[in-house]
T-cell receptor, first 115, second 111 residues
């Protein structure tokens, strides 16, 4: 069964360092999402791509976070510099197309701890 | 704005008990509604969905009915098992396909 692949699964970094996460969506899925999930809360959207274009990054802290999906396939989310408050699970998801009713498929996530 | 409100947890039930997790929503348009489940240390998995009013989504014994008049999508299961222990998230999506998630309800089923 096709899955959304994320790496690494776990990452510990010191504050002020740079960190990057990678996501490979299900083949053929045009829409890709990055979500942040703080412990005990629901996922919150950071950025949404349609193919290689950003369609929503209104909640992305652009002073330190960046995301790209250069060829419209896999994607990288970067944080520089990391802060203690960035400790969370970072989830990547993909869906076949835009449109209400289309389910999103989630990866296993990257758990980031900033020390 | 668009949002989802879920019943506070945690919920602890004995095996074979009846489960209800309440979910209500606020949306500017006509959303699709979803229940996702998250097992410890894992990502979210779709449990069921409904795309229009009065639709019933069902999967693995879980059911939820899209009630437009009460803006609700409550999750139910007639007889829970230990393996159902997880965190359950209600979510909505609108055109443009952004998902809005509730805060999650933790369920523990004891033998």
């Amino acid at each position: 069964e096709a899955e959304v692949a994320q790496s690494p699964r776990y990452k510990i970094t010191e504050k002020s360092q740079a960190v990057a996460f990678w996501c490979d969506p299900i083949s053929g899925h045009a829409t890709l999402y990055w979500y942040r999930q703080i412990l005990g809360q629901g996922p919150e959207l950071l950025v949404q791509f349609q193919d290689e274009s950003v369609v929503d990054d209104s909640q992305l802290p652009k002073d330190r976070f960046s995301a790209e999906r250069l060829k419209g396939v896999d994607s990288t989310l970067k944080i520089q510099p990391a802060e203690l408050g960035d400790s969370a699970m970072y989830l990547c998801a993909s869906s076949l197309r835009q449109g209400a009713g289309t389910e999103a498929f989630f990866g296993q996530g990257t758990r980031l701890t900033v020390v | 704005g668009d949002s989802v409100t879920q019943m506070e947890g945690p919920v602890t039930l004995s095996e074979e008990a009846f489960l209800t997790i309440n979910c209500t929503y606020t949306a500017t348009g006509y959303p699709s509604l979803f229940w996702y489940v998250q097992y410890p240390g894992e990502g979210l998995q779709l449990l069921l969905k409904a795309t229009k009013a009065d639709d019933k989504g069902s999967n693995k014994g879980f059911e939820a009915t899209y009630r437009k008049e009460t803006t609700s999508f409550h999750l139910e299961k007639g007889s829970v098992q230990v393996s159902d222990s997880a965190v359950y998230f209600c979510a909505l999506s609108l055109t443009g396909n952004q998902f809005y998630f509730g805060t999650g309800t933790s369920l523990t089923v004891i033998p």
